[in-house]
């Protein structure tokens, strides 16, 4: 079946680092490739996607490439922001009915 | 687009109640998901639908918790009898019938049974 892969959390970093959350997968076909973000008390939004392979997904200076040869999708962003502490989450969608896989999730702290 | 509408925000009830969570999908959307968030085991899918119809109960806890979609507008999640084994966040989440379609999340529903 499908999975998804996430770094252990959580990650604490200062105020303009750079961030790396590894995320990898195992899928039948071609999935697509999803990062949610929570934020707390809220529900989880989409941060970006990239549905094939090499498709770069970018929003809100985060980024991901679909790397089918490693089955990667590592999410990055070059200056973090307080604002940017959230729980992050990796997920595919692929197979029968779309069904959609979440990986356990990674809490990222950012201090000033 | 007013997005995914879950209602109560909040229910807090005791031990032995009936619990009904409800949900509003985005309008056009043919696919409907419940998860459920807690510390412990993250987050777990526990049921979704397709066209009204569900696909994969699969992650139903147990025969207490049951999930109705009556048409494309509305689903809910009952609990009966809950458990304080059952306290967590809920969410509904809909989307679009492509696989490359992202879901969207309702804001939740935080359970909490004494």
């Known amino acids: 079946g499908n999975s998804v892969t996430q770094m252990e959390g959580p990650v604490t970093l200062s105020e303009e680092a750079f961030l790396t959350i590894n995320c990898t997968y195992t899928a039948t076909g071609y999935p697509s490739l999803f990062w949610y973000v929570q934020y707390p008390g809220e529900g989880l939004q989409l941060l970006l996607k990239?549905?094939?392979?090499?498709d770069k997904g970018s929003n809100k200076g985060f980024e991901a490439t679909y790397r089918k040869e490693t089955t990667s999708f590592h999410l990055e962003k070059g200056s973090v922001q307080v604002s940017d502490s959230a729980v992050y989450f990796c997920?595919?969608?692929?197979?029968?009915?779309?069904?959609?896989?979440f990986g356990t999730g990674t809490k990222l702290q950012v201090i000033p | 687009d007013a997005g995914v509408i879950q209602s109560p925000r909040h229910e807090v009830t005791e031990m032995g109640q009936e619990v009904t969570l409800r949900c509003k999908p985005i309008?056009?959307?043919?696919?409907l998901f419940w998860y459920r968030q807690t510390m412990m085991r993250g987050l777990e899918l526990l049921i979704y639908f397709n066209n009204n119809v569900p696909i994969d109960d699969s992650g139903m806890p147990e025969d207490r918790f049951s999930a109705k979609m009556p048409n494309a507008s509305f689903s809910t999640l009952k609990i009966q009898p809950s458990e304080p084994r059952d306290s967590a966040v809920y969410f509904c989440?809909?989307?679009?019938?492509?696989?490359?379609?992202?879901?969207?999340f309702g804001n939740g529903t935080r359970l909490t049974v004494t």
């Open positions: 990239a549905t094939k392979a090499d």
């Open positions: 989440a809909s989307s679009g019938g492509l696989d490359n379609s992202p879901l969207h």
């Open positions: 309008s056009g959307h043919n696919s």
């Open positions: 997920a595919l969608r692929s197979g029968g009915y779309q069904k959609v896989t």
